[in-house]
């Protein structure tokens, strides 16, 4: 199996915070990429365009339209457990596991960062052998492919990055449905007293509490993309 442990941590950095080190850094992540050759080459020119984007637009508007991109609803957000367990008290128990598998590869997480963002999903998957990384990577390819429906269906060129890691797990990159999100003052608002949960999305009592990453019915067919 082709290695890609390089495309894998091009692929966590393009999907980081577009501040002035990273777009520094783009001219060698795309050299990366290219060298490695485990991305397709129409992704690859799909990479290159995301990259020009983001080097050659005011900085502040760069930064600005990744914050609403990825920090103002669930549909796209990046936390995978986000699109998984929501607010619910799941949430916790599933990172703890995460944070451990980690831990047990000799990966360290700073203060700041989340195991469950993908960035650092990535980061992690490059240091593991290829097929490892791409049998990981794939137990969350529901997830992604929901994140690359919602990036698509806003015509974001971050769309292309997500549909990178999907083919580097070895996945049909297609659209399928996912969930709107909320205005945003339905999301935030506090449920009912006494209604069994303290924040929306928790489940009430006696309700099942999945704690899996892996969808346990079939992914919905889509459209290839």
Known sequence: MKDNRYSLRALALLLGYPNAALRDQLP???EALDQEGAVPAERRAELRSLAAELSRGDPLEVEAQYVETFDRGRAT??????HVHGDSRDRGPAMVDLAQTYDKAGLQLSPDELPDHLCVVLEF????PPAVARDF???MAHILQSIFSALLKRN???AAAVAAVLELS???????PFAADEPLDE????PEAFDGCSTKGQARPGDAQPIHIVR???AAQGVSV
């Open 187 to 190: 999301s935030w608002a506090e």
């Open 28 to 30: 060698a992540l795309m």
């Open 125 to 128: 998957a490059s240091t593991q």
């Open 137 to 139: 990577l794939g137990e």
């Open 216 to 218: 346990k019915a079939p």
């Open 170 to 176: 070895g996945q049909r990159v297609q659209a399928v």
């Open 156 to 158: 974001s060129p971050y």
């Open 77 to 82: 957000s990046l936390h995978l457990f986000e």
